[in-house]
């Protein structure tokens, strides 16, 4: 099936500063990348959706000047969490859409990023 | 708005059979998927299933679906160990839309 890679796997990095995670389609070009939040032991949490070329479209309550997404090519977005703090910490999920695989194909997920703010 | 709901947790035995329940109360739900998740990885889609169809089997996974109490489940055949998992069901209004996900029930199997 078709593979996303997220990079890093796993980050710890200081309360006010910035992290940027990457969430790539390796086989496939992905119109649509999606971006959810998952906190120990509970479900994912859509951020926002990501469309290549255009803004992202942040779900109510996900601050867009915090979570930075960018989409600019049809293989890569960014999320850019931007002054991080301690309630940050998060294992953050991407998933993309192939754009060419027609009304039944589905959305393939990355591994997921730990991020762990002191 | 869209709310999935699924039971915590359940334990089974080593060869039997399991099924993870999931109830949504979006009428407009097209597409409804369960994924797996192990302990600090993504998630791997295991099936889906469109509304306009009660089961689907492949392999050693079930899903039925009852559109009308907007109830899925999940049935694992001679559960492994290797089953031990969190398993989300979710759904889409469409192929290209968002998901909204379950509470995730954690399976432990047991020998």
């Known amino acids: 099936g078709a593979v996303v890679s997220q990079h890093p796997s796993r980050v710890i990095c200081k309360s006010g500063t910035s992290v940027k995670i990457e969430c790539r389609s390796l086989d496939f070009q992905a119109t649509t990348m999606f971006w959810y939040r998952q906190f120990p032991k509970q479900s994912l949490m859509l951020m926002a959706t990501s469309n290549e070329g255009s803004k992202a479209t942040y779900e109510q309550g996900v601050e867009k000047d915090k979570f930075l997404i960018n989409h600019a090519s049809l293989t890569l977005s960014t999320l850019t969490v931007t002054s991080a703090h301690p309630e940050d910490s998060s294992f953050y999920i991407c998933?993309?859409?192939?754009?060419?695989?027609?009304?039944?194909?589905?959305?393939?997920f990355g591994p997921g990023t730990r991020l762990l703010v002191l | 708005g869209e709310d999935v709901e699924q039971s915590l947790f359940l334990s089974v035995r080593e060869g039997d059979s399991s099924v993870i329940n999931c109830t949504y109360t979006d009428s407009s739900s097209t597409y409804l998927y369960w994924y797996k998740q192990e302990p600090g990885a993504g998630l791997q889609l295991l099936t889906y299933?469109?509304?306009?169809?009660d089961m689907k089997q492949d392999q050693r996974l079930t899903v039925l679906l009852n559109k009308k109490d907007k109830h899925l489940s999940l049935r694992i055949a001679d559960t492994q160990t290797g089953d031990s998992a969190i398993y989300f069901c979710?759904?889409?209004?469409?192929?290209?839309?968002?998901?909204?996900f379950g509470t995730g029930t954690r399976l432990q199997v047991t020998l």
């Open positions: 979710a759904e889409s209004i469409a192929a290209a839309s968002k998901l909204t």
């Open positions: 299933i469109f509304s306009n169809m």
């Open positions: 998933s993309a859409r192939d754009g060419l695989a027609g009304e039944q194909e589905t959305q393939y």
